[in-house]
Protein backbone atom coordinates (compact mmCIF):
# COMPACT_ATOMS: atom_id res chain seq x y z
CA UNK A 1 0.00 0.00 0.00
CA UNK A 2 1.07 3.30 -0.75
CA UNK A 3 0.43 6.62 0.99
CA UNK A 4 0.95 10.02 0.48
CA UNK A 5 1.03 11.57 4.17
CA UNK A 6 1.10 15.76 4.31
CA UNK A 7 2.51 18.25 6.93
CA UNK A 8 1.90 21.74 7.37
CA UNK A 9 -0.77 24.14 6.96
CA UNK A 10 -3.23 26.36 8.83
CA UNK A 11 -3.49 30.05 9.37
CA UNK A 12 -0.87 32.65 8.27
CA UNK A 13 -0.79 36.32 7.56
CA UNK A 14 -0.78 37.65 4.10
CA UNK A 15 3.14 38.37 3.09
CA UNK A 16 3.93 35.40 5.00
CA UNK A 17 5.35 32.24 4.64
CA UNK A 18 4.28 28.61 5.21
CA UNK A 19 5.65 25.45 3.96
CA UNK A 20 4.55 21.90 3.44
CA UNK A 21 6.00 18.66 3.24
CA UNK A 22 4.82 15.55 1.52
CA UNK A 23 6.18 12.02 2.13
CA UNK A 24 5.26 8.76 0.36
CA UNK A 25 5.08 5.10 2.65
CA UNK A 26 4.44 2.05 1.93
CA UNK A 27 6.12 -0.26 -1.77
CA UNK A 28 7.57 2.58 -3.05
CA UNK A 29 11.11 3.09 -4.24
CA UNK A 30 10.61 6.71 -6.23
CA UNK A 31 7.69 8.46 -7.88
CA UNK A 32 8.36 10.09 -11.50
CA UNK A 33 6.74 12.96 -10.30
CA UNK A 34 6.04 15.09 -7.68
CA UNK A 35 3.99 18.08 -7.05
CA UNK A 36 0.71 20.54 -5.17
CA UNK A 37 -2.55 20.95 -6.34
CA UNK A 38 -4.87 23.22 -4.21
CA UNK A 39 -8.56 23.70 -4.52
CA UNK A 40 -10.29 27.18 -3.21
CA UNK A 41 -14.16 26.99 -2.52
CA UNK A 42 -16.15 27.01 -5.83
CA UNK A 43 -13.09 26.20 -8.03
CA UNK A 44 -11.65 23.41 -10.04
CA UNK A 45 -8.44 22.30 -8.37
CA UNK A 46 -5.52 23.80 -9.84
CA UNK A 47 -1.97 22.73 -10.39
CA UNK A 48 0.33 24.95 -8.43
CA UNK A 49 4.06 23.29 -8.65
CA UNK A 50 5.66 19.80 -9.68
CA UNK A 51 8.95 18.72 -9.79
CA UNK A 52 10.41 15.88 -11.75
CA UNK A 53 13.04 12.77 -11.37
CA UNK A 54 14.89 14.88 -13.58
CA UNK A 55 15.09 18.06 -11.29
CA UNK A 56 12.88 19.80 -13.90
CA UNK A 57 10.24 21.92 -12.42
CA UNK A 58 6.70 23.74 -12.97
CA UNK A 59 5.02 26.73 -11.23
CA UNK A 60 1.61 28.07 -12.01
CA UNK A 61 1.73 31.50 -12.93
CA UNK A 62 -0.06 33.10 -10.08
CA UNK A 63 2.69 31.21 -7.84
CA UNK A 64 5.85 31.71 -9.92
CA UNK A 65 8.62 33.38 -8.14
CA UNK A 66 6.88 33.35 -4.22
CA UNK A 67 6.99 29.35 -3.97
CA UNK A 68 9.25 26.77 -4.51
CA UNK A 69 9.09 23.28 -4.65
CA UNK A 70 12.09 20.47 -3.69
CA UNK A 71 12.69 16.65 -3.95
CA UNK A 72 14.90 14.00 -2.06
CA UNK A 73 16.65 12.36 -4.90
CA UNK A 74 14.24 9.13 -4.25
CA UNK A 75 11.23 11.49 -5.12
CA UNK A 76 9.34 9.92 -2.38
CA UNK A 77 9.06 13.43 -0.21
CA UNK A 78 8.40 16.96 -1.74
CA UNK A 79 8.16 20.25 0.17
CA UNK A 80 6.56 23.22 -1.28
CA UNK A 81 7.68 26.30 0.43
CA UNK A 82 5.34 29.26 0.00
CA UNK A 83 6.02 33.09 0.61
CA UNK A 84 4.50 36.27 -0.11
CA UNK A 85 1.46 34.55 0.56
CA UNK A 86 -1.79 36.47 -0.58
CA UNK A 87 -5.46 35.94 0.76
CA UNK A 88 -6.00 34.66 -2.91
CA UNK A 89 -3.92 31.71 -2.19
CA UNK A 90 -5.94 30.36 0.28
CA UNK A 91 -7.48 26.73 -0.58
CA UNK A 92 -6.83 23.00 0.41
CA UNK A 93 -3.53 21.84 -0.78
CA UNK A 94 -3.12 18.44 -2.41
CA UNK A 95 -0.17 16.44 -2.13
CA UNK A 96 0.09 14.63 -5.64
CA UNK A 97 2.17 11.66 -7.31
CA UNK A 98 2.42 10.64 -10.32
CA UNK A 99 4.39 7.74 -12.12
CA UNK A 100 5.45 5.01 -9.19
CA UNK A 101 8.44 2.18 -9.63
CA UNK A 102 8.74 -0.58 -6.99
CA UNK A 103 11.45 -3.41 -7.17
CA UNK A 104 12.34 -2.06 -11.00
CA UNK A 105 8.73 -2.22 -11.94
CA UNK A 106 6.78 0.63 -13.31
CA UNK A 107 2.88 1.41 -12.64
CA UNK A 108 1.40 4.78 -14.15
CA UNK A 109 -0.56 5.16 -11.47
CA UNK A 110 -1.79 9.06 -9.88
CA UNK A 111 -2.03 9.20 -5.86
CA UNK A 112 -3.42 11.26 -3.86
CA UNK A 113 -2.71 13.19 -0.36
CA UNK A 114 -5.88 13.49 1.78
CA UNK A 115 -5.10 17.68 1.29
CA UNK A 116 -4.24 20.29 4.14
CA UNK A 117 -5.80 23.61 4.94
CA UNK A 118 -3.33 26.84 4.22
CA UNK A 119 -5.94 29.98 4.90
CA UNK A 120 -3.95 33.38 4.38
CA UNK A 121 -5.75 36.29 6.45
CA UNK A 122 -5.10 39.01 8.36
Known amino acids: QVRLVESGGGLVQPGGSMRLSCAAS????????MGWYRQAPGTQRELVAH???????YFSDSVKGRFTISGDNAMTTVVLQMNSLRPEDTAVYFC????????????????WGQGTQVTVSS
Open 96 to 111: NANGLWYSDTFSNTQY
Open 26 to 33: GSIDRFNT
Open 51 to 57: ISRGGGT
